[in-house]
């Protein structure tokens, strides 16, 4: 019982079980009563067989009376058998109570007693003699008649007793299973459905972050209890959800703050990566606007000598006094505030040192101060980005600075190798000549003989002077405008008006594929090659092809002129010369020819640098992985 009031569920599984097992008991008592009429059914047609049978065994002893025949005779006995076996057959003793008091049983014997007695040796008397006559006969059949109709009432008496039972039962269980569905539908009606409907009214107003109503449901079943726990998950739900929205707007501000230094980073970009050897004046602004956006700092940059492997400051934001290394003794910005370097010394705040490192090779440490709670992570991501983009600026700035070395030794070794092999030469020969011109004077020689050596003396010099302005000429040469393809188109167009004849270009080349160096080495080149056709090769028509193809460019220039007579350089010709060298520094193959249709042919084929690195990106890609990892 106490179930039944702590439990929703249990009450309706007990109305369930009530209606069903009501149910079930009617229908079994419905199928029993069937059954027991059915038996009774069968009970009137055998005692209505009976009644027919003595009708039949009448006529039989009127047809034997009147024409007594063999077959006559076994009718009658086929009918006397046949109603001895309905009278004491199984259907009327199964269907007819044992009981003797009853007044079924009691006729039943009594048709039996009758039967067995009276009419049944009446019937079969052996002799004429002991044999009743025919009316005698009759009325006992009549007699007997009568019992079975009596029988037969009876019977329709207790069937139609049974049926009235039957509906009085169904229509009792009826009432009963009414009276259960109205009991569990009340028990819906107030105990689940309004309970549902408020419940739904509190889960609506949760949805709309809505926690302040709560539900008002009283008692101990399952709605009961769902309520109470729902009361209690609004108000957890109402600190969690004041929690969560604080939570998210630290996380928006912090978000905020890193996006604002993601973009101070990516506008300090520029003039990090363009500052020169300078750290102070390109990074220390974006340091400054790191320290507050994050609230950290002061914030030291250190760097490795390259040399003797020294820690060198090289940067920091707040300093007391000014640093030893400082080059502009103008700047004060690192003395502006002092306050971090108070918290420090105060043990307030905490050191991270991160590695300024490309790959394996360590350039430096950055050393943040930070106050003493917890660094977060996004933070700290920001300042490993930071550390990278530092490392990533002075490795570049130091690989620049060894790239202009190395141009300007190379520089200076072409300028000392094309000094040496034309304008030295040239000045030996002439010292030479003039020590033959004094040898000449101290014998007194004849003014015929040192007219000689003053002509040769007079080329000589003719030549030198010539060397030189080719000399200064490419040394003064430089790239301007948009590129390689428009200075070749201004050579062309020179060449054109000082040669007075046709020099097609035909160029096929990406943008951005050479180097500053390279394309200073092709251009000269081309002039060279250019100024020989002038000087030499008599032609009428030049033409130039830049090409970029498999990896390689292709450089040729030829004429339709005289040729020559080999692929060597004539005396006193130094263009071809020049343009091995600059081959060479090219590490390309020069290649110089007669064409079939008359003129010469010189071809350059070379691997520009950028080509090369296309070549090795797997490597560098799977160098780069490494330098990611390590600096990370």
Same mark, same amino acid.
């Given at each position: 019982? $106490?179930?039944?009031?702590?439990?929703?569920?249990?009450?309706?599984?007990?109305?369930?079980?009530?209606?069903?097992?009501?149910?079930?008991?009617?229908?079994?008592?419905?199928?029993?009563?069937?059954?027991?009429?059915?038996?009774?059914?069968?009970?009137?047609?055998?005692?209505?067989?009976?009644?027919?049978?003595?009708?039949?065994?009448?006529?039989?002893?009127?047809?034997?009376?009147?024409?007594?025949?063999?077959?006559?005779?076994?009718?009658?006995?086929?009918?006397?058998?046949?109603?001895?076996?309905?009278?004491?057959?199984?259907?009327?003793?199964?269907?007819? &109570?044992? @009981?003797?008091?009853?007044?079924?049983?009691?006729?039943?014997?009594?048709?039996?007693?009758?039967?067995?007695?009276?009419?049944?040796?009446?019937?079969?008397?052996?002799?004429?003699?002991?044999?009743? #006559?025919?009316?005698?006969?009759?009325?006992?059949?009549?007699?007997?008649?009568?019992?079975?109709? +009596?029988?037969?009432?009876?019977?329709?008496?207790?069937?139609?007793?049974?049926?009235?039972?039957?509906?009085?039962?169904?229509?009792?269980?009826?009432?009963?299973?009414?009276?259960?569905?109205?009991?569990?539908?009340? %028990?819906?009606?107030?105990?689940?459905? +309004?309970?549902?409907?408020?419940?739904?009214?509190?889960?609506?107003?949760?949805?709309?972050?809505?926690?302040?109503?709560?539900?008002?449901?009283?008692?101990?079943?399952?709605?009961?209890?769902?309520?109470?726990?729902?009361? $209690?998950?609004?108000?957890?739900?109402?600190?969690?959800?004041?929690?969560?929205?604080?939570?998210?707007?630290?996380? $928006?501000?912090?978000?905020?703050?890193?996006?604002?230094?993601?973009?101070?980073?990516? #506008?300090?970009?520029?003039?990090?990566?363009?500052?020169?050897?300078?750290?102070?004046?390109?990074?220390?602004?974006?340091?400054?606007?790191?320290?507050?956006?994050?609230?950290?700092? &002061?914030?030291?940059?250190?760097?490795? #000598?390259?040399? #003797?492997?020294?820690?060198?400051?090289?940067?920091?934001?707040?300093?007391?006094?000014?640093?030893?290394?400082?080059?502009?003794?103008?700047?004060?910005?690192?003395?502006?505030?002092?306050?971090?370097?108070?918290?420090?010394?105060?043990?307030?705040?905490?050191?991270?040192?991160?590695?300024?490192?490309?790959?394996?090779?360590?350039?430096?440490?950055?050393?943040?101060?930070?106050?003493?709670?917890?660094?977060?992570?996004?933070?700290?991501?920001?300042? !490993?980005?930071?550390?990278?983009?530092?490392?990533?600026?002075?490795?570049?700035?130091?690989?620049?600075?060894?790239?202009?070395?190395? =141009?300007?030794?190379?520089?200076? !070794?072409?300028?000392?190798?094309?000094?040496?092999?034309?304008?030295?030469?040239?000045?030996?020969?002439?010292?030479?000549?003039?020590?033959?011109?004094?040898?000449?004077?101290?014998?007194?020689?004849?003014?015929?003989?040192?007219?000689?050596?003053? %002509?040769?003396?007079?080329?000589?010099?003719?030549?030198?002077?010539?060397?030189?302005?080719?000399?200064?000429?490419?040394?003064?040469?430089?790239?301007?405008?948009?590129?390689?393809?428009?200075?070749?188109?201004? =050579?062309?167009?020179?060449?054109?008006?000082?040669?007075? +004849?046709?020099?097609?270009?035909?160029?096929?080349?990406?943008?951005?594929?050479?180097?500053?160096?390279?394309?200073?080495? +092709?251009?000269?080149?081309?002039?060279?090659?250019?100024?020989? !056709?002038?000087?030499?090769?008599?032609?009428?028509?030049?033409?130039?092809?830049?090409?970029?193809?498999?990896?390689?460019?292709?450089?040729?220039?030829? @004429?339709?002129?005289?040729?020559?007579? @080999?692929?060597?350089?004539?005396?006193?010709?130094?263009?071809?010369?020049?343009?091995? @060298?600059?081959?060479?520094?090219?590490?390309?193959?020069?290649?110089?020819?007669?064409?079939?249709?008359?003129?010469?042919?010189?071809?350059?084929?070379?691997?520009?640098?950028?080509?090369?690195?296309?070549?090795?990106?797997?490597?560098?890609?799977?160098?780069?992985?490494?330098?990611?990892?390590?600096?990370?």
């Amino acid at each position: 019982m $106490k179930l039944l009031q702590r439990s929703l569920v249990a009450r309706i599984i007990a109305s369930l079980l009530a209606i069903s097992g009501m149910a079930l008991i009617s229908i079994t008592l419905t199928m029993a009563m069937s059954n027991s009429s059915r038996g009774d059914a069968a009970a009137i047609n055998v005692a209505g067989s009976l009644r027919m049978n003595a009708y039949q065994i009448m006529g039989a002893l009127q047809r034997l009376e009147y024409a007594p025949e063999e077959t006559s005779a076994e009718q009658l006995e086929g009918l006397i058998s046949s109603f001895d076996q309905r009278l004491y057959g199984t259907t009327l003793q199964q269907t007819i &109570p044992i @009981d003797d008091r009853h007044e079924r049983r009691r006729q039943l014997e009594k048709l039996q007693i009758y039967w067995q007695h009276t009419l049944r040796p009446a019937l079969e008397a052996p002799s004429p003699a002991t044999a009743l #006559d025919l009316d005698t006969l009759e009325m006992m059949i009549v007699a007997m008649v009568n019992d079975i109709e +009596v029988l037969v009432t009876y019977l329709e008496e207790s069937t139609e007793a049974k049926v009235r039972l039957l509906g009085m039962m169904q229509v009792l269980f009826l009432v009963l299973i009414a009276i259960v569905v109205s009991i569990a539908l009340y %028990d819906v009606r107030f105990n689940l459905v +309004v309970p549902l409907r408020q419940l739904m009214v509190l889960a609506r107003e949760a949805a709309q972050r809505n926690f302040k109503p709560r539900s008002e449901l009283r008692g101990s079943d399952e709605l009961a209890l769902l309520g109470h726990t729902f009361n $209690k998950m609004s108000a957890e739900l109402a600190t969690s959800y004041a929690a969560l929205e604080d939570k998210v707007s630290r996380k $928006k501000q912090e978000l905020e703050r890193s996006n604002q230094a993601l973009r101070v980073m990516h #506008d300090a970009s520029r003039s990090l990566y363009g500052g020169g050897n300078d750290l102070c004046s390109s990074a220390a602004p974006m340091l400054r606007e790191l320290e507050k956006l994050l609230d950290i700092g &002061p914030i030291r940059l250190s760097l490795n #000598d390259p040399f #003797d492997q020294r820690e060198m400051p090289v940067l920091e934001t707040h300093s007391r006094t000014r640093p030893e290394y400082c080059r502009d003794q103008e700047c004060h910005a690192c003395l502006i505030d002092p306050r971090p370097l108070e918290m420090v010394s105060n043990n307030q705040s905490q050191c991270l040192l991160l590695p300024i490192s490309v790959g394996d090779t360590l350039l430096g440490t950055l050393e943040v101060w930070y106050p003493q709670e917890r660094l977060n992570d996004s933070t700290r991501r920001l300042l !490993t980005m930071l550390a990278d983009q530092l490392a990533t600026a002075v490795y570049l700035q130091r690989r620049i600075e060894e790239q202009q070395h190395v =141009t300007l030794i190379n520089e200076r !070794t072409i300028i000392a190798r094309e000094l040496h092999d034309s304008l030295a030469q040239s000045l030996s020969y002439l010292k030479m000549q003039v020590a033959r011109l004094e040898r000449m004077q101290q014998k007194e020689a004849t003014r015929e003989m040192q007219s000689a050596v003053f %002509d040769e003396l007079r080329t000589g010099l003719n030549s030198a002077y010539r060397q030189l302005r080719e000399l200064l000429t490419t040394f003064r040469l430089k790239l301007e405008g948009p590129g390689l393809q428009f200075a070749l188109r201004q =050579t062309v167009d020179e060449f054109s008006q000082r040669m007075e +004849v046709t020099v097609e270009l035909e160029y096929d080349v990406p943008p951005y594929l050479l180097n500053p160096n390279e394309e200073i080495h +092709v251009l000269q080149i081309i002039r060279e090659a250019l100024a020989n !056709t002038h000087k030499h090769a008599q032609a009428h028509w030049a033409g130039v092809t830049v090409r970029f193809a498999d990896a390689r460019l292709l450089v040729r220039i030829e @004429d339709d002129g005289i040729g020559l007579e @080999d692929d060597s350089s004539p005396p006193m010709h130094y263009g071809l010369v020049i343009i091995r @060298d600059r081959t060479t520094t090219l590490n390309g193959e020069l290649s110089i020819t007669n064409r079939s249709t008359g003129g010469a042919s010189i071809e350059i084929v070379f691997t520009p640098l950028t080509a090369r690195l296309i070549q090795q990106q797997p490597v560098t890609a799977a160098s780069d992985s490494h330098l990611g990892t390590g600096t990370s």
